[in-house]
């Protein structure tokens, strides 16, 4: 088959990523699809909350809170302790506040009209 381009070949330097970095981080872009989960991850930018919070918080069923804060979880994108009873949910790091910041403010830039 031949190529689609002519220009010549690029010499680019192997990728210093591993095929578990690379599988994490698909894990991560997944829970960032959801603009629910999304929601919770800028309430948790603003402090630890625990679950009933972000239930009140979201008006949402504590089912279905519980439900986003596991995929979020399961990313590495948020961090849990229990005191007794209650859960309190935060950030995993301020990686997760600069990705959040990054994805956002892209979100709301101008969209681009294709070249041709």
Known sequence: ???ACTHAP???PALAISASQLEAAG???HALRDPARLRLLILLSQGERCVTELVYAEQA???SISAR???LHGARLVKRRRVAKHVFYALSDDHVLT???SVLAHAAEP????SS
């Open 69 to 71: 804060l596991k995929v």
């Open 10 to 12: 690029l010499n680019l």
């Open 99 to 101: 990705l959040l910041d």
């Open 1 to 3: 088959m031949k190529p």
């Open 27 to 29: 894990e991560m872009f």
């Open 61 to 63: 069923k504590l089912g």
């Open 111 to 114: 969209t681009q009209p294709a």
